[in-house]
């Protein structure tokens, strides 16, 4: 497919020009691994509270139960989160290959078991490269209802009422649970832990991945607005299918319990906003993460999402990890194909034997767009 030339980036909307991350909040630049730490922690701060109503807290016990084993290649244990007289319980299932007894496997972790992304033929493939696939049902933490009211009825908010945390934390809180069970299993190589998702999957890991440094590879798959996209960039694609990207407003009129409540003085001047989407891809730095779009996929804006990708590779120049920051930009819509999980399946083969890349997933798609921010 050619990629889309500068008379389409030209109908695109820039609200403004992204903030940078990269300047502490006395003016000064950050310099150094040292000062990018103390920013880190804020940004941290800010963002999860802002945008996310922040992460639950952990509980207060964590039971991770056997339930059934087929030949030690499928295990499926029911994870437990206790606090107070309340639990919370959802199936954590495990795909694991033929190995050496004694030693450890990477991990490919799912949560999307709601829908039919981790099928058999992927899990297939992330087994046929020694990795264990994952899968747990993200929506067995809060539901995946377009009713405020029936969200807040989820286990997650009867576990710890009164909290904030919107639908989206909640998701990227179990996937934070999955890996403290992973953990617990002499299997697993707890430096090779991944996590992938798609769409409003896609938005939970990348707040997962920012915010839990034990996982080593992020895969966010065609997420767009609260997650890879960019709030100041917007796609305008007349006569398609979807004729431009979701903004804040979309999400705030159909899903607004995903979000934390202060987004809501937002609506409409999303330029307003303290930050943008890098800044989750830097809280990823310096460990992986891989950005993967299809083209066509004007809703979850692919070009806005390069555009934040763009901005945070100043984070990853800083801590000389600058191929750590990937995206593969394919053929076709809103889909978690097998090709996207291929990609995360070479990144962490190639990260693992320590060897290059055979593909190469640094390519610029939109070779004739303009960054939307003039720092480095």
């Not at 991990?107 to 490269?129: E, K």
């Not at 895969?219 to 431009?244: F, H, T």
């Not at 607004?256 to 003085?265: E, F, T, Y």
Request: hydrophobic share 40%.
């Amino acid at each position: 497919m050619k990629a889309p030339g500068k008379e389409e980036c030209m109908r695109d909307t820039v609200l403004q020009k992204l903030p940078n991350h990269l300047v502490k909040p006395d003016g000064t630049p950050v310099q150094s691994a040292g000062d990018w730490l103390s920013q880190r922690g804020r940004i941290t701060n800010l963002v999860l509270d802002l945008e996310y109503g922040g992460l639950p807290p952990s509980p207060e016990e964590l039971e991770v139960e056997l339930l059934c084993s087929s030949r030690d290649t499928f295990i499926t244990y029911a994870v437990t989160a206790g606090s107070g007289k309340e639990r919370l319980t959802f199936e954590l299932q495990l795909f694991i290959p033929p190995h050496d007894q004694g030693c450890t496997l990477p991990v490919v972790l799912c949560g999307d078991g709601c829908w039919p992304y981790m099928n058999d033929t992927v899990v297939n493939a992330v087994t046929a490269r020694g990795f264990i696939a994952a899968r747990f049902n993200r929506t067995a933490i809060v539901h995946d209802v377009y009713s405020t009211e029936e969200a807040r009825r989820s286990p997650l908010y009867r576990l710890f009422p009164g909290i904030e945390s919107g639908t989206i934390a909640g998701w990227a809180w179990g996937y934070r649970l999955c890996v403290d069970a992973l953990l617990r299993f002499p299997v697993v190589d707890p430096a090779c832990i991944a996590i992938t998702g798609h769409s409003r999957g896609g938005k939970t890991v990348l707040l997962a991945g920012a915010a839990d440094e034990r996982v080593t590879f992020t895969a966010a798959n065609g997420s767009g607005a609260a997650g890879a996209g960019c709030w100041r960039y917007q796609m305008n694609e007349p006569g398609s299918e979807d004729p431009r990207s979701e903004v804040l407003a979309d999400l705030l009129k159909v899903v607004p319990q995903w979000l934390g409540p202060k987004m809501r003085d937002f609506k409409d001047h999303e330029e307003l906003l303290p930050f943008d989407q890098h800044y989750l891809k830097a809280l990823i730095a310096p460990r992986y993460y891989i950005q993967t779009e299809g083209l066509l996929d004007t809703w979850a804006n692919p070009r806005g999402a390069w555009q934040t990708l763009l901005a945070a590779q100043g984070v990853y120049r800083l801590l000389e990890a600058p191929g750590r920051l990937l995206s593969h930009y394919r053929d076709g819509g809103h889909a978690h194909t097998l090709e996207d999980f291929g990609v995360l399946l070479d990144v962490m083969t190639a990260a693992r034997s320590g060897q290059a890349q055979n593909k190469d997933y640094h390519a610029n798609p939109y070779p004739e767009m303009e960054k939307i921010f003039d720092w480095d």
